[in-house]
Every structure is written in structure tokens, then in C-alpha cells.
């Protein structure tokens, strides 16, 4: 499948042109080696890490969609490997460097 479809059926863009983008201008590391290819095909068992907002996400594909459907069903086509913050103040925290300086 290809890679920035299924980056839209996994709900991690909202659109396919979007997730063109991150891909073109080279933002997005397939198995640890950077893709330039929105038309790369991407498998069960891949690694894919890209930037989303404030975070870098690290995840693992374990299926091919065969549709954009809810979020739940879209859950169903990865396994996040980033640890998950416990809350919006850890968030935060964590790209927050000041805090450590008084």
C-alpha cells in the first residue's frame, strides 16, 4: 500500500496532500531510512517515524486499511512504540528547558 494513503487511513494526516508533504520534504524515516516517496509501499511490520504537531511519532504498522473509517477502526492499523505522556502538564513539561534553569 502506499505510504501516504495509509498514513491518511490511519488518521495521522487529515489529508492526502498533507501527508504528501511531510513525506516530499523529507520528514518521515521508513525501517530507519528516510523517504522521499509518497508512493513508497509500506508493509505489515514496517517502522515509520515522522513529526505530528509537538511530538515525534514512532509507530508500527500492523496492517493495510482498506478505508478511511473511525478512529477506532483506524487504532487498528498501528501500534504506537512512543511512550505516552500522563498528562497535559507532563506534556508540556517535556519540551519546557526553562524550568530546569532557576
Request: with cysteine.
Amino acid at each position: 500500500m502506499r505510504l501516504d494513503k495509509w498514513l491518511w487511513q490511519a488518521r495521522f494526516f487529515k489529508s492526502r496532500p498533507l501527508a504528501c508533504s511531510v513525506i516530499a520534504d523529507g520528514h518521515l524515516r521508513l525501517n530507519g531510512n528516510r523517504c522521499l516517496k509518497p508512493g513508497q509501499q509500506v508493509g505489515e511490520g514496517d517502522t515509520l517515524t515522522f513529526p505530528q504537531g509537538r511530538r515525534i511519532r514512532l509507530i508500527r504498522v500492523l496492517a493495510a486499511g482498506t478505508r478511511r473509517g473511525p478512529a477506532t477502526e483506524a487504532q487498528g492499523l498501528y501500534h504506537d512504540l512512543d511512550p505516552q505522556p500522563t498528562t497535559a502538564e507532563d506534556d508540556a513539561g517535556a519540551w519546557d528547558d526553562t524550568s530546569s534553569l532557576e
